[in-house]
């Protein structure tokens, strides 16, 4: 059975994941451990760290070849997390290199942390008009949706999938963050396999 982890920062260097290779290979053996066999790399696409689609598919490539080297079966696909304000400044063709898995068609939105993007609808309707469909990451986490999950009703009306980060449901982000994912999950707004 293949059991997929969407969103990881699992490359060497290139954002808030870890610094080294042999930081990379620790994670990637902890993540064959828990059963994972598919990981996306999905660096941050954002103004603090400016990653580049070709240098995520450059660095998932070297990184297959250290996986190789150290005969730990796991798959690493490319992609990345990009946020709502780095958006405009990628065409395209720059989306389809930074789509979940470089498949072209689905793209990993960051959801701030604090507010809520008034202009997320308008942002849906202009991706799905482009071709490209919406997982958003991490919703649970923002302020505005532990106060209101049901906010997420609409977003997930208009085809958006929604991302939640496994150690939000264990309670590592706060009860609150907790209690918003578990909320999505009832309430089906959520995706679950």
Known sequence: M??????CHLLPGIDDGP?????????????????ITTV?????????????PEDVHRAVDEFR???????????????????????????????????????????LLEVPFQGWPIQ?????????????????????RNASVQTAP?????????GALVQLTASSLTGDHGARAKAAGEALLRNGMASTG
């Open 2 to 7: 293949a059991v997929f982890d969407l969103h």
């Open 19 to 35: 610094d080294t290779l042999a930081g990379s290979l620790a994670m990637a053996r902890a993540a064959v451990g828990d059963g």
């Open 40 to 52: 996306t790399c999905t660096p941050h696409m954002i103004r603090q760290y400016p990653t580049a």
């Open 65 to 107: 070849d250290a996986l190789r080297e150290e005969d730990i079966p796991l798959r690493v696909l490319p992609g990345g997390e990009i946020s709502l304000e780095w958006l405009p400044r990628m065409s395209d063709d720059d989306l389809r290199a930074a789509s979940l898995g470089g498949t072209g068609r689905w793209l």
């Open 120 to 140: 997320l609808p308008r942002v849906l309707d202009g991706l799905e008009l482009r071709g490209f469909g919406v997982v958003l990451a991490h919703p649970e």
């Open 150 to 158: 049901d906010r997420m009703r609409d977003i997930v009306g208009r």
